[in-house]
């Protein structure tokens, strides 16, 4: 026969096994809670992706176009060009500035062999262009980098045939920030036809240059959110997973005790006692 304290440890066991079977329901309910704003997470990066991939795409295809244009606007500087080289008195000009270089290159400082802007002329085309400035420091010209030249070296590539084209980069003395600025040869008089259709050619193709540069910087912004939220997507796929497997393994937890528990009761019930059920 069982005894008063056979029954009291019976029903200890029993409400132990209730109160691990009720943590584990409270446990599930934490992790499928977690889980669920977890797939939240997940939907609106997932938004914040294909946004950012949308805008990649976008200002990729707006700078395509522009490329197309700009390509048309030096493809008519280059018409006048060859208009200017096929007349019979082809005049030479400049930009209207003056510059600093070392005497000797081989025989300056690292830091003394900039190519420096001394003087922008009034009304000569790069005052009317606006963008350069006294101490801007000139790096290319036309595509040739002028470090390490003489003032002389640096003349012979700025100047040519007037009405034409020369393309310079440039560090400002303002910010450090590099340009690249496309001005037409002048020889200080008044403005041909054809110098002011090249004119209006190169400042085309410098506003265009301009809108491609921010378009790339777009694209690169768009395409480097992109990729950080795709980090985040796959950190936050990776913890869903984890605890996806938390809530399987706790429910199995769970199944275990409920067998336990239904167990436990009936072997109380084939002892021919009632045991009250504090589950």
């Known amino acids: 026969l069982r005894t ?51 805008e990649a795409q976008v200002a990729g295809e707006q700078r395509e176009l522009l490329a197309g244009e700009l390509a048309s606007a030096l493809k008519a500087g280059q018409g006048v060009y060859r208009r200017v080289m096929q007349t019979r008195d082809v005049q030479m000009g400049g930009v209207g500035i003056k510059i600093e270089a070392p005497e000797n290159p081989l025989d300056a400082d690292e830091e003394d062999l900039d190519i420096r802007v001394a003087k922008v002329m ?47 980069r440039a560090a400002s003395a303002k910010d450090g920030g590099e340009y690249v600025v496309t001005l037409v040869r002048s020889d200080g008089g008044e403005e041909s036809s054809v110098g002011k259709m090249s004119r209006e050619a190169c400042e085309r193709a410098d506003e265009l240059y301009g809108k491609i540069g921010e378009l790339e910087g777009r694209v690169s912004e768009a395409e480097e959110e992109a990729a950080r939220l795709r980090q985040e997507a796959e950190r936050l796929a990776e913890r869903l997973s984890g605890r996806e497997e938390d809530v399987g393994r706790v429910k199995g937890e769970l199944a275990e005790c409920e067998r336990e528990l239904a167990s436990a009761r009936g072997t109380a019930q084939s002892r021919g006692k009632q045991v009250e059920d504090v589950s």
């Open 4 to 54: 008063e304290d056979d029954i009291k440890v019976e029903k200890a066991q029993l409400q132990v096994i209730a109160e691990r079977e009720a943590a584990k329901d409270e446990a599930i309910g934490v992790l499928e809670a977690e889980v669920e704003k977890l797939r939240g997470s997940t939907g609106v990066l997932d938004s914040a992706l294909e946004k950012a991939l949308r």
């Open 122 to 168: 009034e009304g000569g085309p790069a005052a009317r262009n606006g963008y350069m400035g006294v101490d801007d420091v000139l790096l290319m010209v036309d595509g040739r980098r002028l470090a390490g030249m003489t003032v002389e070296g640096v003349r012979a590539l700025i100047v040519g045939p007037v009405g034409t084209p020369v393309t310079m």
